[in-house]
């Protein structure tokens, strides 16, 4: 912007180095389609300012018609969703059916809600199930919301912005 240029451009008048951007963070994002949901995540690991894992999963298995991105601390995705996991696949075992998406949701909000925030894990879940696509946004706190299309992360915003302009109901 003009705002920007005007002030890098007095920085290097007066002797001075323009910072360099930093990013750090992660990127999560989902979107419903006509018969399903893309769920998608970068792959970095980030420690402060050090990139710690250049390979990182962060799409997470719950069940096989559901996955779960996740961002935040990465122990805390890993195990709620190992142990949200576990208990959908118990679930399962005893009813003989594929468990719906939102009884993963309710046990993630429940299991999230009751730590108040503590737990690091912001969450996009999404899967088909017999009621069709779905796809759920999860904060760290247990609020969720149902969306077409939802971002998580540092760099939610600029995946936004993309989902804005591009996303159209009944895509295929």
Known sequence: CCR?????????????RVPAPRKTGTTIGGVIFKDGVVLGADTRA???????????????FISPNIYCCGAGTAADTE??????????????????RLPRVVTANRMLKQMLFRYQG???A???????DVTGPHLYSIHPHGSTDKLPYVTMGSGS??????????YKPDME
């Open 4 to 16: 920007n240029s005007l002030l890098e451009a007095e920085l290097v008048q007066k002797g001075l």
């Open 46 to 60: 980030t420690e402060g300012m050090v990139v710690a894992d250049k390979n990182c999963s962060k799409i997470h």
């Open 79 to 96: 195990m709620t969703t190992q142990l949200i996991s576990s208990n959908l696949e118990l679930h399962s075992l005893s009813t003989g």
């Open 118 to 120: 503590y737990i690091g």
């Open 122 to 128: 912001s969450l996009v879940l999404g899967g088909v």
């Open 157 to 166: 915003f600029a995946a936004m912005a993309v989902f804005e302009d591009k």
